[in-house]
């Protein structure tokens, strides 16, 4: 069952970004630019399956490109070996 949050306004608005070590409008921006790029993989999967011929390496592609960048590239940051982001 779901875990209701009762917090503070505004606390609520940064306590995650904080914690991934953003502020809210730079979680905000790599949130959706992680959303656009698996709403154009989604299409591209959707076009796949009704044409097998078509983007036939997007979704996999897409999904280890956001692997990378989400999981990986954090976990160096935390240890302090990733440079930063250009």
């Known amino acids: 069952m779901p875990r209701i949050v009762c917090m503070k306004p505004l606390r609520a608005f940064t ?3 904080a914690s991934v070590n953003e502020t809210y409008f730079e979680h905000l921006a ?3 630019s992680f959303s656009f790029r698996m709403l154009f993989a ?3 999967c959707f076009l796949h399956g ?3 011929f078509l983007c036939v390496t997007t979704g996999s592609s897409t999904i280890r490109q956001l692997y990378e960048r ?3 590239n ?3 940051e935390k240890s302090g070996t990733a440079s930063e982001p250009s």
């Open 50 to 52: 009704l044409f097998p």
């Open 42 to 44: 989604g299409v591209a």
């Open 70 to 72: 989400m999981v990986t």
């Open 30 to 32: 790599s949130a959706w």
């Open 74 to 76: 954090r976990m160096r």
């Open 15 to 17: 306590e995650h970004p």
